[in-house]
């Protein structure tokens, strides 16, 4: 079935550096993929969705300079947390869009990145 | 108003027991889909099944199958014969319209623990 690989799986950084997650689709093409976010014990919040060779649509309240999010090619899309802070320690998950040929619908989702700002 | 409700913040089953997770949606849209994840406690999203609106029968996967009652709006994940390695937190969610961006709304989760 459909892979998508998201890393690093964790990572633990001081406050004001900026931290890349990568999510790269294995085995298929993705034209768009989701980056959320989850609080412990609670619901993924979509923070943005990416199209290949487009800007990335924010959610509201989602700060764009913050958040930065590049889907430079099919494969692969990256999220850039800039100048963490403490608030921003999270579970941060992406997610791609695959249609397989007469199948239903289904996102793949990465292994999720947790995220830690000291 | 929530777009999707799951009632039950946690569950204990005793294993092989089969399991009903709740969920009811909430939509105008008459074209939806309606997804189930399983999130253990790594932290991934495993997709377990899915029914659109306009499917004619439940949708079944192995174990799992769905509950689909369009009148009621309601899509009720069904475990058959539970395992211990089904505790984890499952997700309910929902896409609006046939061909959108593929943004889905999510419920809240139920935690499922299954006991020996």
């Known amino acids: 079935g459909a892979v998508v690989s998201q890393h690093p799986s964790w990572v633990i950084c001081k406050s004001g550096t900026s931290v890349k997650i990568e999510c790269r689709s294995l085995d298929f093409q993705a034209t768009t993929m989701f980056w959320y976010r989850q609080f412990p014990k609670q619901s993924l919040m979509l923070m943005a969705t990416s199209n290949e060779g487009s800007k990335a649509t924010y959610e509201q309240g989602v700060e764009k300079d913050k958040f930065l999010i590049n889907h430079a090619s099919l494969t692969l899309s990256t999220l850039t947390v800039t100048s963490a802070h403490p608030e921003d320690s999270s579970f941060y998950i992406c997610s791609a869009r695959t249609r397989e040929r007469g199948s239903n619908e289904k996102l793949f989702f990465g292994s999720g990145t947790q995220l830690s700002v000291l | ?116």
């Open chain 2, 1 to 116: 108003a929530q777009k999707i409700t799951q009632t039950q913040p946690g569950m204990f089953v005793q294993e092989k027991e089969a399991v009903t997770l709740d969920c009811t949606y909430d939509t105008s849209d008459p074209s939806y889909g309606l997804f189930w994840y399983k999130q253990p406690s790594s932290g991934e999203m495993i997709f377990l099944i899915y029914q659109g609106s306009y499917d004619q029968q439940n949708a079944t996967e192995g174990r799992y199958s769905l509950n689909f009652q369009k009148a009621r709006k309601s899509a009720n994940l069904v475990i058959s014969a539970s395992q211990l390695g089904d505790s984890a937190m499952y997700f309910c969610a929902m896409r609006e319209g046939l061909e959108s961006n593929y943004q889905l709304i999510w419920g809240a989760g139920t935690k499922l623990i299954i006991k020996p």
